[in-house]
């Protein structure tokens, strides 16, 4: 398979749409993510012969259909080990993995677990609705508990899945959160994403308007997400409520808290500065268990973390395997071990 | 070298190797086998091992058997009974004596006689001693441990140390028995412990210890030879079914000019097929140890999507997880070989045991109507040309393969006459990189097969699913009629693989009172069987299948031309059902679910017996 | 309050409503059928569904209709063709139109023919003004927005709130048109819309409105009465077939005495059974919703482990997953029961329509010889029977069980004469305490169950798990024999079911020209077509099986009284196979998968044609 | 079921032993497992009636064979499902699941992954040896990367797992190591695993003596450990090398740090303190991150939390049930919705 030609012809966002009716219900957050992924790939200067994009099953998972490129919709969860399979047989293929919070964390956790800690050259995007859009409004692992839903009539009990908590404890090697209707943001965070080598991990709050609407309203509503969104920037405080808050670690408990700086001025020394390269994790596991409405929820790259990926791996031991053991030879094979002739 | 006397001639000879998982039997069994091969005699062998990696010492539970069976005319099993046993402990003695031929000879290593030994599985006294025993068999007694630290004297090894030598002490007898040339087995073991001399020098010295201890005590008063077998020219390997199949798989990549993505979790009988194939990395194979059956097959699934040929390999229970994304495969109709090589069920059942009885599993074990082509080979040695075979009929009709082997053929070994690379026909595979025109489901008129297309095409891109799709353009459709034309050329394409399968070979009578069916790894013992009914005058045929999904064009007449028909394998009648439903034969069913591979005799005399019926 | 003249009897009518997911037709259906059931009618419905949760407005893909026939005779099936067929926008006209009955009503929501609409579904121009359509059928358009409108003027809705409520405007004018009773449906609007109290008024004043359109329009000029249907005397309620497995579920274990654990996994049609189930926490129901298929089926498993009914309910490509899970369920010999509420396939396939193709799954799909007995339910109400049936076996012979539905049946209706509780016998289960001779593997002469030990019972301490066991202990035999013998065990097992299967149940003739043979959800379907048949003169017999594994025990000697065996299910042939595999039968083969149920003329020219052949 | 009856027969460790065989290799560290999970199991005061042992496949996973309670030799990697179902039924019972590093991670990661978010009270004891045992030496998930086993001739490829990490990312409220050969400090840990209410998860570093020999021996070997074992003490400072050495946080780069107290005694002040209830779950995050040979290998519970168990809910959500909708009646059942009559 070649590598992207360097002189492509200029793809637009058009050239990503499919003829195909896009079939999610009315005002559902997967059209903004769709357009966004389709504005976003031509900035790639990558052919779209060279992208693909495996889902799973549900509603999220049926993205690939309205994509423009190469695409498989799976089995349910089981999207991370054929995109596996995929890189392996041609590691220069740009692949998207599209997949919703049951798909990702219910059934495919497992391959999920695994595809982190592999480190797989692709992309994962995970669209939390914290609900199971397509079998019609089950709660999902993503689900607070409590919540009543047409499975759990008298409320859900399980605690749920963390899915940032549970990533970089996967050994995640890059873990963003993005919203659905922010599109500039999203944007920003796929091309960070994009230049990363090795499993992108990026969680996408959306709304489903049938199931579970508003879901994220305290992050996506004008008014309320001031108070309740931490936008992460590289280097700069972890302030929020329009700089008029910040996040300061109480160092007995090691525990995030919330300065208001506007009565503590003085203390915006202490509040934290972000570190997308966080050696030591614990930014990210301090951002994971910033939950709302305790805290403002972080929103951006939480960590970001060097190793080889899994792919560049395989081919690197095969150039090796050549070095050492030499071309393939039928003969050799075949012929190999004790041998002996019958005149 | 050999003793003073000329040896005894003898056509076929069957060994049984039985000792502690820890007394390193496989090892010396296959190293006879080897020199036995080597030497030019037909070989085939069936080695026995317990689940445990290492059951407790002593016991009945922790037997590890290995049986060979060479021999100058040609063979087709490991043999029913022995003609020598060679018993490391009363265990292994308590285990395998009843198989043992009258006046055959019994070889067992006194030191482990032990009263601790004994009592472990209920001996009062040692049985060696019983005079019944004496009278059936030629019984010796040898106090191995013993010589083999006399032999190691002076090395300064532990007495653990010693007592690991002590197979070898036995093979050189064996060498001694049957002749052997010691010279290339010395030579095997200085390089196999290269890196721990002293366990080569201590190997070897017991080794030869051995052969001298027959030679002086001319222990057996006689020794014997195996002439080589008449074999057809050529060159010979000895090879095992798990090394055969792996040998086919990446063959045929070759031959496709197509590189090789295995996705597979690790699973007795199966795993030799993983840790074989990751040799050949040089060959373009990738080999992925996934996290579980279902990320092996749907690693397999992407690699084929990708344009490679995507092989998983397991046996039942991960079988029984691959259902899903088989069904996927189906659907997507893309080229892919699954790899069951069965062992004793139901679920985790017997693990380390032969068993046929995953036919009806690989057939429908998943949602909808979904056939795909089964496949079995036979032997060892066959699993190569099973394996290419397979690979052939998935990029051909564009279908998931399942290509089916099981515990006995996959660990069992026999001489191969290995072909020339150039014989090998190459496999035909064509990319689509044509733009115009392009329809993702349309099909070639002959096959059926729509066209293999790689991501990385330009101009092809196009998107596929588990949903039911459109029979030209492959986009969602939910249209009745539309459902009821893709089921139907889905099982049209699979049937038509027909055309690839060459008639029906019968061997035996090609007609007459009985015909004997059978499949997979059952083919040697079934195959003698025949013959010696045969040789009692009855007139009886044999087919052995090697397609189960499509069966061959032409078996139903083949089945009318027979009285009766018998149907052999090893489960509760799986391949029965499928010929009566197929074919409305009132066939006989002969099955056996022991963990064990039939014997000859236990084939001929349900031939008889079915005569009868 | 009916029409001024006297209405029309008829004795069957057959309605179908269309319109966009968003019309709100499944609840207008429903809500006709229940006013027909509590009418006295005898009702059969059938929803059919698209995939999406709600497809792009006003396109093929996204119609969703609903299907009823009431009657005043007993009927079977929803019919095959509508009287009256209610369109809410082109494509709902366009892809229905053609089922509809020559003369047959269409009342068409006028509003919705814009162009826009139109071009979505390819018509150039309104399909409704088209002469050849006006010929052959008795077409009325109505500006039903505007009507709706209308009548909720002043009420400050929004024009999206107010389109919401032109479903219920239709009902009205089918109220009108079958000279229903409006009372009740009023108090059930209020109840439904109890928290929106503006919803209730809204959706009551185009209910009425729609009623008041037909009376004062005089619109059909005429209207229609459908008498009660002579049923049994007693107590009825219209059940949707989840619900009465659900129901049949809890009733079980109530009349056990044994607490019920449903692990699940969300499926469609399945999901129900766990919604449905969850509700009744107070009868000591545990409802789970496990992580996957796979850790649903284990915790039923742990579940009956501990001593409760396990059950599980999942879809076809659920039950892949559960192969090798089952397959434990089966050699430790537990009691569960696995509900597989069958879809079209294969793989993800049409996940909203109804099919048959899971019977082999079912039977094969797991590894090694592990059969478990195999249970239908043939219509809704029944799934009730056979939910109770297939935990009585469960327990009884100490086994998993399938039980078989289909999407057809879970989400039709039909009246169920409801059972008086006492007259449900108990199911008999008794826990073992007793320690003395307990052996785990010990078997009941009659059943060969085992017995059900809970954890927590003093002495009873013991172990089980997926290895082969020893047939009276139950630890762990690499026995050969052993082998053997538990494998011919487990399946007499379940052969022995036959003790409980009653005879077959033959409907018309006893002997004759034919016999057809069906299973599960085409029950109604079948019946009518060979009553049919039968009306047409011919000899026509018709078994429709509960237990697909095992059989009954005559069916052989009932299938040898016919000359002929038609076998008519919904996939490519599984029941045909595992007839002709069972009795040499020479059956036919009608089967169809379109993900649609059979329509009653299909089954009748089915058997003229077999007949014939 | 009745709870313990609170007269018990005293049990001691024969008690637990059953007559079997037990087949694992000489010298298998699953020797010294069993034989102190024996030891420990009559210290309880619960009949052995109301134990169970539930595993899934692997060497590991044929204890219960050698436990005379109740048990189940399950399939591979669904022990934790089975134990969830089996606590359903009955959630008196004392539940134990036993399983392996490619049972519990490879296969079964996801199992466990939601049996740890939802918390049921079970305990889980991980035989960590680093390997597939039973199938005869492949690498497992826990396996280092580049090693050199059966299925990888050339090196393994992939990131293990980090089972600590793993589990307090899975939402773990209790997560402990301990080691075959240490009896006593497994005693301990089972002790206080006994105690709590929740998922308790042990990983016993164990060896497989067949297939990777002295994988853990810097910290079983009595010299080695010394400098490679850290063992955790609640309200305990993290020392080790006799106290000579400790790990302090350094404040710019949040990593722990070795400390050499003897060349640097006044940083005695800065050594962290343990504290197992560690509210932010920084600590944990911190040890499970600290591995061989860079740091001393944390021993010990690393971080206990509070949250209902899944169970007690489950029960709980039962009584308000019946208190809210009324005792089972079979009438009400049958008959309920719209009913009408036909005479
Ligand atoms: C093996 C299998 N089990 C269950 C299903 C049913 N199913 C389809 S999608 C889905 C969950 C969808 O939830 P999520 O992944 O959150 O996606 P969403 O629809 O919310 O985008 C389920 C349970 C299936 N298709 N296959
Ligand atoms: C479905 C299935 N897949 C694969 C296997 C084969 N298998 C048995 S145990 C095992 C791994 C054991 O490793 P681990 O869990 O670490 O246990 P250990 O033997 O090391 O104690 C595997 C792959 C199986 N029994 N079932
Ligand atoms: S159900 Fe929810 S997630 Fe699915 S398409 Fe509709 S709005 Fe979107
Ligand atoms: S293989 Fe390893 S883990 Fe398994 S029993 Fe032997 S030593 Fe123990
Ligand atoms: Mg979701
Ligand atoms: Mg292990």
């Not at chain 1, 999207?79 to 993995?97: E, Q, R, S, W």
């Not at chain 1, 859900?156 to 090697?173: I, K, M, R, T």
């Not at chain 2, 699934?301 to 490679?308: M, T």
């Amino acid at each position: 398979m070649p590598l992207d030609p360097p002189d492509l012809v200029k793809l637009t966002r058009k050239d990503f749409q499919t003829p195909n009716d896009v079939r999610w219900c009315p005002g559902c957050g997967d059209y903004a993510i769709l357009a966004n992924i389709q504005k976003f790939l031509p900035s790639l200067g990558v052919p779209k012969e060279n992208i693909v994009f495996i889902s799973g099953i549900g509603c999220a998972a049926r993205f690939p259909y309205y994509m423009e490129t190469y695409g498989m919709h799976s089995i349910h969860g089981r999207a991370p080990a054929v995109a596996t399979g995929l890189k392996l047989a041609n590691p220069d293929l740009h692949v998207f993995i599209v997949t919703g919070d049951g798909d990702a964390l219910s059934i495919g956790g497992n391959h999920m677990l695994h595809l982190l800690r592999r480190n797989l050259d692709v992309t994962v995007l995970l669209f939390n609705n914290r609900i199971y859009g397509l079998t019609k409004g089950q709660y999902s692992p993503a689900s607070e508990q409590g919540k009543i839903t047409k499975s759990t009539p008298l409320g859900s009990l399980d605690y749920p899945v963390n899915p940032a908590a549970f990533a970089l404890g996967a050994g995640a090697s890059f873990y963003a959160r993005t919203i659905d209707r922010d599109a500039k943001h999203m944007l920003d965070v796929l091309e960070k994403a994009h230049a990363h080598k090795g499993t992108s991990f990026i969680e996408i709050y959306q709304n489903c308007v049938v199931f579970n609407d508003n879901a994220f309203e305290y992050v996506t509503d004008k008014k309320q997400k001031v108070e309740h969104a931490l936008y992460l920037e590289h280097g700069k405080p972890w302030l929020f409520a329009d700089g008029k808050k910040g996040i300061a670690l109480d160092k007995t408990t090691m525990s995030p808290v919330i300065v208001d700086l506007e009565k503590e001025p003085a203390r915006a020394e202490d509040i934290m500065v972000h570190d997308e390269n966080d050696a030591s994790g614990v930014l990210g596991h301090l951002l994971a268990h910033m939950d709302h409405p305790q805290f403002p929820v972080p929103i951006g790259l939480f960590r970001q973390s060097e190793r080889p990926a899994y792919d560049a791996q395989v081919i690197e031991q095969g150039k090796v395997a050549l070095e050492k053991r030499g071309a393939p030879d039928l003969k050799k094979l075949l012929f190999s071990g004790d041998v002996w002739e019958v005149n | 070298m050999a003793g003073a006397e000329a040896p005894q001639i003898r056509e076929k000879v069957v060994i049984r190797l039985a000792g502690d998982s820890g007394d390193g039997m496989q090892l010396t069994g296959t190293e006879f086998t080897r020199s036995a091969a080597l030497a030019g005699n037909d070989v085939a062998t069936f080695p026995d091992f317990p689940a445990e990696i290492r059951a407790p010492a002593g016991t009945l539970a922790g037997v590890s058997g290995f049986q060979l069976h060479f021999a100058s005319s040609a063979i087709y099993t490991p043999g029913d009974a022995p003609d020598v046993l060679v018993a490391m402990n009363p265990a292994a003695f308590k285990k395998n004596i009843g198989d043992l031929k009258p006046g055959g000879i019994v070889l067992a290593n006194e030191d482990a006689f032990t009263s601790a030994n004994l009592k472990k599985v209920d001996y009062a006294e040692s049985p060696l001693d019983d005079d019944a025993l004496n009278e059936r068999h030629r019984v010796f007694k040898v106090a191995m441990e013993k010589q083999v630290a006399l032999a190691l004297d002076g090395m300064g090894l532990s007495t653990k140390e010693i007592a690991r030598s002590k197979n070898f002490w036995a093979l050189g007898v064996l060498y001694w028995l049957y002749n052997r040339d010691t010279e290339r087995q010395v030579e095997w073991i200085q390089q196999k412990f290269a890196k721990k001399p002293q366990f080569a020098e201590a190997n070897i010295k017991a080794f030869k210890a051995g052969y001298h201890y027959g030679d002086t005590t001319e222990m057996f008063g006689e020794t014997y030879k195996v002439e080589k077998a008449k074999m057809e020219p050529g060159v010979y390997r000895n090879i095992m079914g798990n090394v055969a199949l792996v040998t086919g798989l990446v063959t045929a990549s070759q031959k496709a000019g197509v590189p090789l993505v295995l996705g597979s979790y690790p699973i007795t009988p199966a795993s030799d097929i993983l840790h074989n194939l990751a040799k050949y990395r040089n060959y373009g194979v990738v080999t992925f140890q996934a996290e579980d059956e279902i990320a092996a097959i749907a690693a397999s699934i992407g690699a084929s999507y990708g344009g490679a040929i995507g092989v998983c390999s397991t046996s039942g229970p991960g079988l029984a997880l691959k259902g899903e994304a088989l069904g996927l495969a189906h659907i997507l109709e893309i080229p892919m070989v699954v790899v069951n090589v069965q062992r004793g069920g139901p679920s985790t059942g017997l693990p380390t045991k032969t068993e046929q009885s995953d036919l009806l599993q690989c057939m429908y074990g998943r949602n909808g109507d979904a056939p795909v082509p089964v496949i079995a080979a036979k032997s060892p040695a066959d699993c190569f040309y099973a394996a290419i075979e397979a690979v052939k009929v998935a990029v051909k009709y564009m279908t998931p393969v399942v290509l089916m082997s099981d515990g006995y053929i996959a660990n069992g070994a026999e001489p191969w006459k290995i072909p020339e690379p150039d014989t090998i026909p190459d496999i035909p595979v064509s990319f689509r990189t044509e733009k115009e025109g392009y329809q993702v489901y349309a099909r070639d008129e002959a096959t059926l097969a729509r066209a293999w297309v790689k991501p990385g095409t330009p101009g092809l891109e196009h998107r596929v699913g588990g949903l039911e799709k459109d029979f030209l353009t492959g986009e969602v459709s939910y249209d009745p009629i539309n459902h009821q034309k893709m089921c139907d050329i889905r099982a049209e394409k699979v049937a038509r693989v027909q055309q690839d399968i060459p008639p029906t070979y019968v061997e035996g009578d090609e007609d007459g009172d009985i015909l004997v069916v059978g499949w997979g790894g059952t083919y040697g013992s079934i195959h003698v069987g025949v013959e010696k009914a045969r040789a009692g005058g009855h007139k009886v045929g044999q087919v052995h299948l090697r397609w189960l999904n499509p069966f061959p064009k032409d078996l139903g007449d083949v089945l009318g031309r027979y009285k009766k028909v018998l149907v052999c394998e090893l489960n509760k009648g799986q391949l029965w059902r499928l010929l009566r439903a197929e074919y409305l034969v009132d066939a006989q069913s002969f099955t056996k679910v022991q963990g064990q591979p039939f014997l000859v005799q236990e084939v001929q005399d349900a031939i008889e017996a079915a005569l009868k019926a």
